[in-house]
Each structure stands twice: as C-alpha cells, then as structure tokens.
C-alpha cells in the first residue's frame, strides 16, 4: 500500500484552471478544477463549490487513486457513450445534438427551476424527432415531487424513455415513484445517482428497492475501485458517468466502465463536448458513439491558457489543504498514511 502523498507534493503538482462551457450547465458557463501530476498519472479534484470538506475528500481520493495508483485491469477498450443535452430550447437541440456526431442514446435535463413540463416535453421531443432510433434517459436531478414525477414520467414515457434518473430528492421518494409508475402501467425504470453518491450509505437505494439501476460516478464515491465494489454489492446494474470532467477526469470514468464486469448501458462520459476546449490535446470525446480508453495527458499550454485568475488558485490550493487534512484523518484504504 502507497503512503499518501504529502500536500506540499500535491501543491507542486496542481494547476487550477477554468474553461468556458458551450452552454449554461448546473447553472454555470465555466468550470473550474484543479489538476494534479502524479508519477502515475494526471488526476482531478473538481468537486463544486458548494460542497463541504467531508464530501469533498472523496474526490480528492479519486484524484489521488489516478495518479498515484492507477486503475484497475480493464475488461473492454471500448466504451459506448451517451450526448447529453442541457435544459436548453427545444429549437437548439439539434445543435447540441449535432457536437456528438453519431450516438445510440442521449441524456437529457429535465426538472429544471423555471421551467416547465412543457418544457421538458419539446426538449425530449425534439430529441426523439431527431434521433429516432435512440434510447433517451431524462435527468431530473430530484428536480421534482413525486405527484410532479408521477405526471411527468407518464406524458415523456409515450416519447420512449429507456429510463429517469433520480426524478425526486429522497430514497423513499424514489420507491414511491416506482410503485405509481407500475400501478399505471408506466413503462419507465428509474435510476438512482445523488441517492447514491450522496448518501452516507450508498448502499441503503438498493436495499430500499427504490431504483431499477444506479448511476456511478468515480469522482464522488472516492474513486475507480470503491465504485466498483459499491456496484458489487448493489447488485444492480450501473450507468457510468461523469461530474462534468476535463479529460483528465473523464479517464477515469473509462477505467471504471472498462473495469465492470457487465455493462448493460451506454455511459455518461460524454460531457468533454459541452466545453469548448479541453487541457489536452487529444481530448476524450466520442467517435461514433464510443470513447476508446486511452490516456489523458494535460499539456502545458493549455494549462497555461485556462489558468484560473491568482485569487481563484488560491481559493483552490486552500480547499485542497482543508479536504488533504479530512482525508488523511479518514485513513484511506488505498493509502498508508504517515
């Protein structure tokens, strides 16, 4: 077992930069995050603003696995992905479509705060109208309540919907949309991801039968090798996506896709074409409808080019000192620690 670096060595290594998004995501239009160099390989630590200390570590924890231990041995070189359309204008999908190229399924935002169910309906339409072949999963985000769910699952569901992911806030919500969902004869699964990478005990969604599937994410469940053994134990099956990743982060959602042992969906993966640049020449996108696995190396200029303002690196290198003391009084399994 690797000792766990030391924060000075971490400090030397990072690069805080901020790249500008194609549309408005998460209610931002740029996204910053902080880069590490290890003797392995790049790593990410973006968790968003708003989150604590505590929750933050697992992020740091993935980052750290993905330089300075690596990933596991990968089943497949190939991995399928799906576009992912923002909570934008029904007119505009088909340009958001159009970055993708080819793709066999498509995610699409729905629930979002000022917008309506009519909303939702002409942005999943205009998807389905465009790709009609395609497997389309509507993201609430636990956007609404159940009633609202309830309604809204069963107008998108005669659009063909493969599944919801997390349509409402709680894990006991979860169960009570499944339940009116197949007493209507809905035909809708449902996927659980903040109830899974929020949650205390990621595990408690599925002993509660609240979803069909999980959503994974490697970032917030503290890396490639917990995720797989949170999947494991779920026994059901997961979507691997990603927290709105630079490449560097995007590589170790491959890892993880690429490590399961079955891989029943296409995965999230595919946010890298909402930026309009990446910090990597060979950026990780999708040629028709799959990402190979392959390394991500951030190159020096466009680090220096996207670098975040001297104040916002300092907010950056500060949280990464109060997250580094957090993790390393947790006792990381993957990690000894001095």
Same mark, same amino acid.
């Given at each position: @077992? ?17 790249? /500008? @998004? ?38 740091? &924890?993935?980052?750290?696995? &993905? ?26 999908? /088909? ?36 790709? /009609? ?30 599944? &919801? ?54 970032? /917030? ?103 580094? &003391? ?13």
């Amino acid at each position: @077992m690797p000792a766990l670096p030391s924060l000075k060595e971490l400090i030397d290594s990072a690069h805080v930069v901020s790249l /500008p @998004m194609r549309v408005k995501f998460r209610g931002i239009m740029e996204r910053e995050t902080l880069i590490l160099r290890g003797p392995l390989g790049w790593g990410e630590f973006c968790p968003f603003p708003e989150y604590d200390d505590d929750e933050s570590s697992r992020w740091l &924890a993935a980052a750290l696995e &993905a330089g300075w231990i690596g990933f596991p041995t990968p089943l497949r070189d190939s991995i399928p992905v799906n576009a992912t359309v923002p909570a934008v204008p029904a007119e505009r999908v /088909p340009e958001i479509l159009a970055r993708f190229g080819r793709v066999d399924a498509v995610k699409i935002k729905v629930a979002e705060r000022g917008q309506s169910l009519g909303d939702d309906l002409g942005r999943v339409r205009a998807v389905r109208e465009a790709l /009609p072949e395609a497997a389309i999963r509507v993201d609430a985000n636990g956007g609404w309540d159940v009633g609202q769910a309830a309604e809204a699952l069963g107008k998108l569901s005669a659009l063909g919907l493969e599944y &919801a992911e997390q349509p409402v806030p709680t894990i006991e919500g979860l169960a009570e949309v499944r339940r009116r969902l197949s007493d209507a004869g809905t035909p809708v699964l449902i996927a659980a991801d903040e109830s899974v990478r929020k949650e205390e005990d990621p595990l408690r969604v599925a002993r509660a039968g609240a979803a069909d599937l999980i959503v994974v994410k490697v970032a /917030p469940l503290g890396g490639v090798r917990r995720a797989l053994e949170i999947v494991e134990q779920a026994g059901l099956p997961a979507v691997v996506s990603s927290a709105l990743d630079t490449s560097v982060g995007i590589r170790a959602g491959l890892a993880l896709a690429a490590a399961l042992p079955t891989l029943p969906y296409a995965c999230g993966l595919g946010t890298v074409s909402l930026f309009t640049s990446d910090i990597t020449l060979d950026p990780l996108v999708a040629d028709d409808g799959a990402i190979h696995v392959r390394e991500a190396v951030a190159d020096p200029g466009l680090l220096e080019q996207y670098a975040a303002s001297a104040e916002r690196r300092e907010w950056w290198l500060e949280r990464l000192g109060r997250v580094y &003391a957090v993790l390393a009084g947790n006792k990381h399994p993957l990690f000894t620690v001095s």
